[in-house]
């Protein structure tokens, strides 16, 4: 039963990433994407692989800073080649959060460490990673608002603050359930493991000096500027001329539509809601498809170098998988 509840879901991811994609391709300027290959534009983008990697080196960064508080010791080349890893995993799996179980596992059989404290090591970066992110989409909707004359509506404008106000006081209030749950877990089994869960991340948040916090969410911002830098960088190759504050405002919402697992990756849903929200900016449909796709071709390439570390480590998760 377990097992056709999980191919069910893949179906459905599948045809969600399928419907997305094949309204992009059909609202796509066609001679406007053979002129894009066939000018030799395409050439200026190698930029945008270099950033990729930059921000994955400040995102190895932060997660050694975090291991390190949690006493499991990880060198930072050994944490870039997990995050190059989890990248090429992220791309074939169900939204981020698949490239991350599989760089826990690895971490895992590396060091030594608990599974408590990886899974939590993963759990604080990815949380200070959200919220820098939304801080930067409040940041660029409040420059939006006063230096761009478009039509956004007050919801979407107040989304990233609304999120980035939410996320910390959502994490307290868990906590503060957790510690009055003994008394009315009673039966329910599932809820004890929930509670047993919250408290055991709770504890190990509670290493985390306030320094190693702050380290991380400055570390955090700067590899989620880099990501943005990309967006920025292809649109401006690729003719869309909107200007920089507009796309840290709509790259943090796109961000977070991703960390869903609904489509296969991310794809089609990122792809979407970056064409939503560039249209919103007066940039046309097909060129912000074709960012799109030019940024998840990037991610692709990246990817590649991920999937030639992964083959030398493949026996670790072949083994994972069979467990």
């Avoid at 090429?88 to 608990?114: H, K, M």
């Avoid at 919220?131 to 404008?157: C, F, M, N, R």
């Avoid at 003994?182 to 320094?211: C, H, K, M, Y």
């Avoid at 990037?298 to 030639?308: D, E, L, M, Q, S």
Wanted: charged share 10%; net charge positive; glycine share 10%.
């Amino acid at each position: 039963m377990r097992l056709s509840k999980k191919i069910y879901l893949r179906v459905v991811q599948v045809a969600v990433s399928g419907f997305i994609i094949l309204y992009l391709l059909r609202i796509l300027d066609w001679p406007a994407v053979k002129e894009v290959l066939c000018s030799g534009i395409l050439l200026s983008l190698w930029p945008g692989p270099l950033l990729l990697l930059l921000g994955l080196l400040l995102a190895a960064e932060r997660w050694c800073s975090i291991l390190a508080a949690l006493n499991v010791t990880l060198s930072r080349y050994d944490a870039l080649i997990l995050y190059l890893i989890g990248n090429f995993y992220s791309v074939l799996l169900p939204g981020v959060l698949g490239g991350d179980l599989v760089r826990a596992v690895i971490c895992r059989r590396w060091t030594g460490g608990t599974v408590a404290s990886v899974v939590a090591s993963i759990g604080i970066e990815r949380g200070l990673g959200l919220w820098g992110i939304t801080l930067l989409g409040s940041i660029g909707a409040l420059a939006v608002y006063i230096q761009i004359p478009v039509e956004i509506d007050t919801a979407t404008l107040l989304l990233s603050p609304f999120l980035a106000c939410g996320i910390p006081l959502t994490t307290l209030g868990a906590y503060l359930v957790v510690r009055h749950t003994d008394r009315v877990t009673g039966n329910s089994n599932w809820i004890a493991r929930i509670s047993t869960s919250i408290r055991t991340f709770a504890e190990r948040l509670r290493q985390i000096p306030l320094r190693i916090t702050l380290h991380t969410l400055f570390v955090s911002t700067a590899f989620q500027t880099s990501e943005i830098l990309i967006y920025f960088y292809f649109g401006r190759v690729v003719g869309i001329d909107v200007p920089f504050v507009f796309f840290l405002f709509a790259i943090p919402l796109v961000y977070l539509a991703t960390v869903l697992p609904i489509p296969l990756g991310g794809i089609g849903v990122r792809e979407g809601v970056l064409v939503w929200l560039l249209s919103l900016s007066g940039t046309s449909s097909s060129d912000a498809v074709i960012l799109a796709l030019l940024v998840y071709v990037n991610r692709i390439f990246v990817g590649v170098i991920g999937g030639a570390a992964q083959l030398k480590y493949a026996g670790q998760i072949q083994s994972w998988r069979s467990e």
